[in-house]
């Protein structure tokens, strides 16, 4: 066996820092830690001074996500020295003593440890996610995500950015997502290295941060300025993104936007924008000076519109709709958060459910389509589920069983991963209609809490609660109307 006499988890040395961080005494530093694991329901430790609040409260809540729709434990934590050890020991002792990966069924743990005083950050990951967590993804995460904030002075941000993308990694892994460097941009991998030994870059973070140069080729900033049309303005602002442009002055964007863009633009950020949209088939509404980028096709929410408007000199991004108005949650799942904006003309077919997230309704759906009566969050039970948290009185779902807690696995079939794709194949189908849902019950062992897009929180008290093994059930409901 591979895990025979020897350590279960391997480490990556990312960043050698050189940050210019605030002075610590490191005189009575004790020989060997002593760092308490953050309390349950916590996953980050801050004892350096280099996480702000704000990022800590949002990582803690991401990272909870994490545990509960993934059984995967990702453990942060930020100390102020080594204490004499090198980084290897240092991180595979925490990882040993907080018993990374104890939070989940299968042992599967990840640990990103950054060490203020040495300016290094290395990442701890169990054999178990070595497959999903490759050698590429770490030299993609440190080289492309990382070290643009740290040149910054943006040190949180950085932090929290690189725990977003590993979750993000996570999500796509377990779904059954491959990670292919050469999917990312342009960018070259070839001269990086990580493994088990480590690998680390020197990156000088106190010099004045300088815009990445444009692409050969492009000689001015008014190679990217405003567009005769939207469909030309959204080809242009992708073509920035996989090009890796970052001058925030581009004449594509408006001052809104050129705000949001002076903020740190990193190649993983752009890349992502790239590869997300590429070859997506997208759908232009405009009504007078103001046009929506749709993607009709896109039953997960995972295609967020894009908005422009027409200055005097020609179609510019609309940087006031980012982030006050279009908000994403810990899937990437993007909804409005407020439906007030000048951009309400291009939605009339879609749905809005509580929570804001858009549901495309096409022609063939235009007399209502099915309602069932239920409210679902993402559970991830098996890979696969949507867990049910409300049961509308006298609905469709509750006529035919559904209690809170149920986990749904399949509708008339398919299987269910997310709860928008869920309620679009309801919405697809007509009011009569009989369809076959398969799930599970059970299988919650204790109440849970679920905080929503909205900010709002949920307690879900399963009706059926800790079953072993959990039941797995098929119920049919005939749908009602909307």
């Known amino acids: 066996m591979r895990h025979t006499a020897q350590r279960l988890h391997r480490g990556y040395c990312l960043l050698a820092l050189l940050i210019l961080l605030v002075p610590y005494s490191w005189a009575d530093s004790p020989a060997y830690p002593s760092l308490d694991k953050p309390p349950k329901g916590e996953f980050v430790a801050e004892e350096a001074g280099l996480i702000q609040p704000e990022q800590k409260d949002h990582m803690n809540q991401l990272l909870q996500a994490v545990l509960r729709d993934l059984d995967i434990e990702l453990d942060v ?3 102020p020295s080594l204490y004499g050890l090198d980084i290897n020991t240092f991180t595979n002792g925490l990882f040993e003593n907080w018993k990374v990966g104890s939070r989940t069924k299968a042992s599967r743990g990840l640990l990103l440890v950054i060490a203020a005083k040495e300016q290094i950050v290395r990442f701890e990951v169990s054999y178990e996610l070595e497959g999903i967590f490759t050698d590429s993804f770490v030299s993609y995460i440190e080289h492309k995500q990382m ?18 993308l590993i979750a993000r990694r996570a999500y796509e892994g377990v779904l059954g997502h491959s990670y292919d460097p050469t999917a990312q941009g342009p960018s070259d991998l070839s001269g990086y290295r990580s493994g088990g030994a480590g690998a680390q870059t020197s990156v000088t973070l106190n010099s004045a941060a300088t815009p990445k140069p444009l692409d050969v080729g492009i000689t001015a900033p008014e ?3 405003a567009q005769s049309t939207p469909a030309e303005a959204w080809e242009k602002f992708l073509e920035v993104n996989r090009r890796h442009i970052k001058d925030p002055q581009l004449g594509l964007y408006d001052e809104a936007a050129k705000g949001l863009m002076r903020g740190v633009s990193t190649d993983a950020g752009q ?4 590869q997300l949209y590429a070859n997506k ?7 007078g000076d103001r046009a929506a980028i749709l993607f009709l096709e896109d039953p997960n929410n995972l295609l967020a519109p894009w908005f422009f408007h027409k200055a005097t000199w020609g179609w510019q991004l609309d940087g006031s709709m ?3 108005v279009v908000g994403y949650n810990h899937l990437n799942q993007w909804f ?9 003309f291009a939605f009339s077919d879609y749905h809005f459910d509580q929570h804001g997230f858009a549901f495309y309704r096409p022609q063939a759906s235009a007399q209502g389509g099915g309602y069932l009566g239920v409210s679902a969050y993402w559970y991830g039970y098996q890979g696969q589920g949507v867990l ?7 609905s469709p779902a509750e006529q035919a069983g559904l209690e809170v807690g149920d986990i749904i696995l399949s509708y008339a079939g398919v299987p269910v991963t997310k709860p928008a794709e869920f309620t679009k194949r309801i919405r697809a189908d007509q009011p009569g209609e009989t369809v076959t849902l398969e799930i599970v019950r059970g299988a919650l062992q204790e109440p849970l809490t679920l905080r929503l897009d909205d900010g709002s929180v949920v307690e879900v008290r399963p009706v059926t609660i800790a079953l072993s093994p959990p039941k797995r059930l098929t119920v049919r409901a005939t749908l009602g109307e909307r």
Do not use: L
């Open 77 to 79: 934590a930020s100390v």
């Open 147 to 164: 070290a643009p904030y740290f040149e910054h002075q943006r040190i949180s941000q950085g932090i929290e950015a690189t725990v977003e």
């Open 223 to 225: 190679a990217f300025g």
């Open 271 to 274: 890349d992502h924008i790239a």
């Open 281 to 287: 088939a997208s759908t232009v509404r405009q009504q």
């Open 322 to 324: 980012y982030p006050e």
């Open 336 to 344: 409005f958060k407020r439906r007030d904006h000048p951009y309400t």
């Open 388 to 394: 049910v948290y409300e049961v509308v009185r006298g």
